[in-house]
């Protein structure tokens, strides 16, 4: 349905007006000495109880970037406090410090006072259109993002072989992830690297290939299927990896899926993949894939002592 024009300008014009009063033309929200996206942040912690990074990143639509230095600040202001996620060991929980409670409770203070003093200006007929009125177009907003997030996932591409800067791009995204969440170093990223770069230059082999899942030239994930390192008519998953903004997209399932797909085509007897304990969403992909846990032992072999696995799908 067509907006009319006029009903399109007053809403900007009512928009632009409330932005002003409200006070997000300042620095500082809230009578706090906070932006107004860290002011949003404690108060959806607060609705939430708590949330990990990606969490507030999908909830604000704000850059990973942004939000990790935001949150970095919060957790050494004493606002956050931070612990592992008890479904996912790579992913720490984030919430309320006493701290941040109180601070909450001072913006909700406030926050009141702004609302009720507004409110006070009209009728109760007008006071009901306001909080009707608001409830639907801010629905309505939130769903446009939705459509838009939709359209991105939508717009994510397999594609197979070799692509022009692969190894540097999978590299990164192995380094940065496993830098931040498990504290590997330069021997695992030089790892990585060069087992990519040897890997790469036996792609001719039909028994070998790799998936890269693709938004607009950029890779956002891979995996790899290496059908002749292990021998035995058995083929090794190596690489899988995911950019931070597509997990729990489905994107590594797609990936998984034509990699398994290869696999039956191709008849290998076994499909023996590596991890290692801390990994538990992956683990629950590849099991769902038919993988089972074949042996477990402790290692140090990337920097730190880990609880390290073999999965084998037959």
């Known amino acids: 349905m067509m907006a009319d024009s006029s009903i399109v300008e007053e809403i900007r014009i009512s928009s632009r007006l409330m932005v002003r009063e409200l006070g997000f033309m300042n620095h500082t929200l809230a009578a706090t000495d906070y932006s107004p996206s860290v002011v949003h942040t404690l108060l959806e912690m607060e609705s939430r109880g708590s949330m990990t990074a990606a969490q507030i990143v999908q909830v604000l639509g704000l850059e990973k970037s942004s939000v990790s230095r935001m949150l970095a600040k919060l957790i050494k202001a004493g606002e956050l406090e931070e612990t592992p996620s008890t479904e996912d060991a790579r992913f720490k929980q984030l919430s309320l410090s006493a ?12 926050g009141n006072e702004r609302v009720i003093s507004a409110l006070q200006k009209m009728d109760a007929s007008q006071q009901r259109v306001v909080s009707e009125g608001l409830g639907f177009y801010a629905s309505a907003l939130k769903a446009c993002r939705d459509d838009a997030d939709l359209n991105t996932r939508s717009a994510i591409e397999i594609v197979s072989g070799y692509h022009p800067g692969m190894i540097g791009r999978i590299t990164e995204m192995h380094g940065s992830f496993y830098a931040r969440e498990h504290h590997f170093g330069s021997f695992f990223e030089s790892k990585v690297a060069a087992g990519l770069a040897e890997f790469s ?3 001719d082999n039909p028994d070998n290939q790799i998936w890269l899942a693709m938004i607009n030239g950029r890779i956002v994930g891979s ?7 292990l021998g035995n008519n ?11 903004g597509c997990r729990g997209s489905g994107v590594g ?6 990699a398994m797909k290869f696999c039956d085509e191709k008849a290998f ?16 992909l590849y099991e769902s894939f038919g993988f089972e846990l074949a042996k477990e032992w402790q290692g140090d072999q990337w920097g730190s002592s880990i609880t390290e696995q073999q999965f084998t799908r037959r």
């Open 99 to 110: 701290q941040g409670k109180e601070t909450v409770r001072k913006i909700n203070a406030y």
């Open 223 to 229: 995996v790899a299927i290496d059908g002749e390192d």
């Open 253 to 258: 399932r797609k990936l998984i899926a034509e």
């Open 234 to 244: 058995e083929a090794h998953l190596r690489w899988f990896i995911l950019d931070d």
């Open 269 to 284: 007897s076994a499909v023996q993949l590596w991890t290692f304990n801390k990994l538990a969403a992956a683990r629950r």
């Open 201 to 203: 230059g036996r792609l």
